[in-house]
């Protein structure tokens, strides 16, 4: 894959990078060329059409969302740090997490992983996955023999279930918490290679 | 008190049973004394009735072991306690060696053994079928790579290791002088022994619960190892037929093609089966009663196909049932994938139980025994100890690999699941005595490995499991968020799979499932089947049942709370129309030592119309604002008659089958009523103090109290403790009295009250406060009403803001079918909104 030196040489904070994301040298090596083959015009940027052209994901029915969660708030170009940063996420967990108390959380934490998935509810970004929210992603994933009269009671539903204060929104807190019997360690983590 | 007397009972039964044995081979021996002498003399006549032992014998004395074996797991299971602390398999082998000496003592031959055919055409068969229909496919594929990894390879090793070390121990002299041909003879040895028995392991395993991940990895390298005992088995054999010098190293080659050939071929002849039989599947619909005959012919004839072509035959027979199952579940109808799911039970289930016990008959016959100490010590801790090595290794390496890492535990549990079991008897009894001289010295010892894994490890495995702390696995209903959430994690995963340009599971599956649902599925599945059936719509469709269960317990519950020292017995009688009178009858009981009153009809009529409670409340404060909500939720409801395909539970179980699709009527009824019901009353998590408050209105008013009174009289199917009088620890503890066709509501009610233990939300457990603050009271509530409302029903009060946007447009309910009684409820005063108490939360 022509994983040298010489590709690393060009990653800016490239020690910064693997301390943060805690992917090796090959993995970021990878990743970068991943980036570049993604980078149609060698602009050292990704914009959104960039990942619209992945062909797998025009079939994601949320793919529009976790694209859109690449970029952080109102950019439209990220370079390949924050591009490896937000897949870091998907890192499976260490087997024995460091015990330094002083150390942040790893962007690979449950709360981390949980995180990127709660934002792709979340679109207007007030820590709240409203009715309507909700509504929005069961609409993209169900099939369309569902009626919207299902879909609304699926909804309320799944707020019911989550909602511990009673504001009919799911907070994050809320969110991890209607979520902390499910395995998200493995169901939000892929093995890159 | 009740431990004698189940041990009274039980020493008798075998007592009754030996009775019962003996006579039979004392008859079995006259029979043949009659014919050898009774050969000449003519029948002096006519005789009117005659003793024909002879014409039946064969499948008589099938069926009596049959029922032998059945009433034997019956009265194990007689206790509780019994089979927790010994596996059934390990008491049916005891039960065997006791009937063996019995029959032994009788006429000192072993009429019955397990031969061979027996086993690999008649008994295996059906629990590999089982197996793969049942199994939990994504979990299967998605551990296919440990799985695979340790069936191979782990078996290659088994086989290797244990038979060089037996022959290197026998080249130093300490099994004294044995009659072999070589390394070849321990090889073979090694090989029949090295496979994990998928019969043993579900056996053990299923009584034990770990959790999904390591039950599938043990028990999909149990059933994929036997492709490879079976060729290396056959490989060894032919090499030794052919004579070890002779053995060149094309005959080397062949064997390791051969290995592969037997393995895939196995697999595709599966894979075409299932084919053939999901693609018949799909026009069975006129001939509905055979349906699900063709399941088992197709699959028996996938197992004796690969079979004749000498390919692996079990290995064609689970692929059938794993990649048939998702289509012939689409496609039969609700009644034949009953009939399926039981038959397949039945007959697993059946044919395990004979299988242990015939493996402790078997072992009744002084011909067949041949001790040698130190060969079946040795042979008994080279298994373990190479199990043990070849588990470390492999997980080691597969650790690099896995996105969740196999534990140390999970390692133990792995290397002490290594049971061996029937395959290995079934092999070794293939052994052929004139090229393998020491047959009965491999006989016995296999048996004794047997012994020792089936009894000594499945015994200790569940406290070993117990002691480890192994992460169980949690048999409940899974929420919806997950459902939903995990739903959207797959795409999140398969996505960034995408994006890192990862080819990972997720890819595989994600482009698998769209090459299926655009091809396979339109090729294999009935129209009507392709419609839809999301899971997540089941999942919620459960849970509104699960709900309705756990409400009506709570309304219950606080009945009895109130009137424990008058009724006892609870029940609560829907009505679909007043006209038809169908009766679901559920009893939520602290009590059940309390007189049962028969049931009246006319008193359950009236009842009905005070039971339907709150519906009635709905339809006659349909004006006011908030209950136009409640009507409408009503009435959406109502729109879920919408019933989405019953989702076949996985369940590793042979001996229980989930029942979810009991054909009662009542469950229909049931169903349809507490959907309405639920609507209306969303859940809530507090309000425990305000129920009581309710059932204080009850006994102020005298009329009420007879009506409610009345509505708990009538004698029910299903009585469970109430939670709240018995152990807190362990409140899952039911006694049902069924009659009938209520498993269901008790399964469900099961479910919402295990949950209850598990901490859950359910206020039952919830110290009752009178958080006056924190009731939202809604206006009906005060009224002296039959409600009382769940437990759940009372934070989500309808009207908050956010819901009143669905308000438009207003739907009424005037085309709903519940057209309950409502002569008897006065009608409410109207409650404004500004009725709440201050904190409610709107």
């Not at chain 2, 491999?442 to 499945?458: A, E, K």
């Not at chain 2, 309710?694 to 005298?702: E, M, S, T, V």
Request: net charge neutral; charged share 20%.
């Amino acid at each position: 894959m022509g994983c040298n030196a010489s590709t690393l040489a060009k990653i800016h904070n490239l020690d910064e990078l693997i301390l943060e994301t805690g992917f090796s040298s090959s993995h970021i090596c990878h990743l970068y060329n991943r980036f570049h083959s993604l980078d149609k015009d060698d602009k050292g940027l990704l914009n959104r059409g960039d990942f619209q052209n992945i062909s797998e994901l025009a079939v994601n029915p949320l793919g529009d969302r976790i694209i859109n969660n690449f970029f952080p708030d109102g950019m439209d170009l990220i370079d390949f740090n924050s591009f490896a940063r937000t897949l870091a996420r998907f890192r499976p967990m260490e087997e024995n997490p460091k015990k330094e108390p002083d150390s942040p959380e790893p962007i690979n934490s449950r709360t981390n992983k949980l995180k990127f998935a709660f934002q792709l509810y979340d679109q207007d970004k007030d820590g709240k996955i409203s009715n309507n929210e909700l509504l929005q992603v069961l609409r993209m994933m169900l099939g369309v023999q569902v009626t919207e009269e299902q879909l609304d009671n699926i909804t309320d539903r799944t707020i019911q279930e989550a909602d511990l204060d009673g504001d009919h929104a799911i907070s994050f807190k809320e969110f991890k918490k209607s979520l902390e019997k499910m395995d998200v360690e493995n169901a939000l983590s892929i093995r890159f290679l | 008190m009740q431990c004698k007397k189940l041990k009274e009972r039980v020493s008798l039964l075998v007592v009754v049973l030996l009775l019962c044995s003996s006579t039979k081979a004392e008859n079995n021996i006259n029979a043949t004394t009659h014919t050898e002498g009774g050969g000449g003399a003519p029948p002096s006549g006519f005789e009117i009735v005659t003793f024909n032992w002879h014409h039946v014998m064969s499948p008589y004395i099938i069926s009596v072991w049959i029922m032998v074996a059945s009433i034997a797991k019956m009265v194990f299971h007689m206790s509780s306690k019994l089979t927790t602390i010994i596996p059934e398999s390990a008491l049916l082998i005891f039960l065997g060696l006791l009937l063996g000496g019995v029959v032994w003592a009788a006429d000192h031959v072993a009429s019955y053994t397990m031969k061979p055919t027996l086993f690999f055409f008649y008994l295996l068969p059906q629990i590999i079928l089982d197996a793969g229909y049942f199994m939990p496919n994504r979990l299967f594929f998605g551990n296919l790579g440990a799985i695979l990894t340790y069936a191979v390879i782990g078996t290659v090793w088994n086989a290797a290791a244990v038979g060089l070390s037996l022959y290197g121990v026998y080249l130093t002299g300490l099994m004294g002088d044995l009659n072999v041909n070589g390394v070849l003879d321990f090889l073979l040895f090694g090989s029949l022994l090295a496979a994990v028995d998928p019969v043993a392991v579900i056996a053990v395993f299923e009584e034990v619960h770990v959790n999904d991940v390591l039950f599938i990895i043990v028990f999909g390298e149990s059933l994929l190892n036997d492709g490879v005992t079976v060729v290396l088995y056959n490989v060894f054999d032919s090499f030794i037929a052919i004579g070890g010098v002779n053995v060149t190293g094309v005959d080397c080659v062949k064997g390791v093609v051969s290995f592969f050939v037997v393995a895939l071929g196995g697999i595709l002849i599966g894979i075409i089966f299932a084919f053939l039989l999901s693609y018949i599947s799909r026009f069975t619909k006129r001939v509905q009663i055979i349906e699900p005959g063709f399941v088992f012919v197709i699959s028996y004839l996938a197992y004796l196909t690969a079979e004749m072509l000498s390919l692996s035959a079990i290995l064609s027979i689970t692929f059938t049932g794993v990649c048939c199952q998702k289509y012939v579940r689409a496609n039969l109808s609700e009644e034949s994938a009953t009939t399926v799911r039981y038959m397949m039970k039945l007959l697993a289930s059946g044919s395990e139980t004979i299988i242990f016990m015939l493996l402790g008959i078997s072992a009744v016959d002084a011909s067949i025994w041949e001790w040698n100490t130190a060969f079946i010590l040795l042979t008994l801790l080279f298994i373990a100890v190479y199990r043990v090595i070849g588990v470390v290794t492999l997980t080691w390496i597969l650790n690099r690999y896995r996105v969740v890492p196999l534990g140390f535990i999970d390692q133990v549990v792995m290397s002490y699941g290594g049971l061996r079991g029937a395959v290995a008897y079934g092999l070794v009894a293939l052994l052929d005595e004139t090229q393998v001289k020491e047959k009965k010295l491999f006989f016995s010892t296999t048996i004794i490995v047997i012994y020792f894994t089936v009894v000594l490890q499945g015994c200790t495995t569940k406290s070993l499991v117990t002691w480890l702390k192994v992460k169980r696995s949690e048999h409940r209903d899974p929420l919806i968020s997950e459902k939903l959430h995990g739903r959207a994690f797959d795409h999140i995963l398969s996505a960034i799979e995408d994006i890192s340009g990862q080819i990972g599971h997720h890819y595989i599956r994600d482009k698998w499932e769209n090459f299926d649902k655009k091809y396979i599925s339109k090729l294999l599945m009935r129209k009507a089947a392709l419609k839809s059936k999301d899971q997540i719509l089941d999942v919620f469709h459960n849970l509104n049942i699960k709900d309705a269960i756990t409400y009506i317990a709570e309304v219950i519950t606080h009945h009895i709370e109130k009137y424990k020292n008058r009724v006892a017995w609870g029940s609560l009688a829907f009505i679909k129309t007043p006209s038809a009178l169908q009766l679901v009858n559920v009893n939520f009981n602290s009590n059940k030592q309390s007189e049962v009153e028969a049931p009246t009809s006319s008193v359950l009529r009236e009842d009905a119309s005070a039971i339907c409670l709150d519906m009635q409340a709905v339809e006659l404060r349909r004006k006011s604002l908030r209950d136009c909500e409640d009507v409408y939720t009503h009435h959406l409801l109502q729109q879920y008659l919408y019933k989405p395909k019953k989702q076949q539970k996985y369940k590793y179980s042979r001996h229980k089958v989930t029942s979810n699709e009991d054909d009662a009527q009542e469950k229909e009824i049931f169903e349809k009523t507490m959907k309405r019901r639920l609507a209306s009353f969303k859940s809530t998590k507090h309000g425990v103090s305000q129920s009581k408050k309710l059932a204080k209105h009850y006994k102020k008013d005298p009329s009420q109290k007879k009506r409610s009174d009345e509505m708990l009289s009538n004698g029910g199917q299903l009585v469970f403790h109430d939670p709240e009088f018995s152990d807190p620890e362990d409140p899952c503890e039911f006694d049902v009295i069924s009659n009938g066709g209520s498993n269901f509501i008790f399964n469900v009610a099961r479910q919402a009250l295990a949950d209850t233990c598990n901490g859950l939300d359910n206020p039952v457990f919830i110290p009752e406060e009178e958080t006056v603050t924190r009731q939202a009271l809604p206006p009906w509530a005060t009224i002296n009403d039959t409600v009382v409302l769940s437990q759940r029903a009372r934070v989500q009060m309808p009207w908050s803001p956010n819901n009143f946007r669905r308000l438009m447009p207003l739907r009424l309910s005037s085309r709903s079918t519940d057209s309950f009684l409502l002569a008897d409820i006065p009608v409410p005063e109207e409650h404004p909104l500004s009725f709440l108490p201050e904190g409610t939360a709107l």
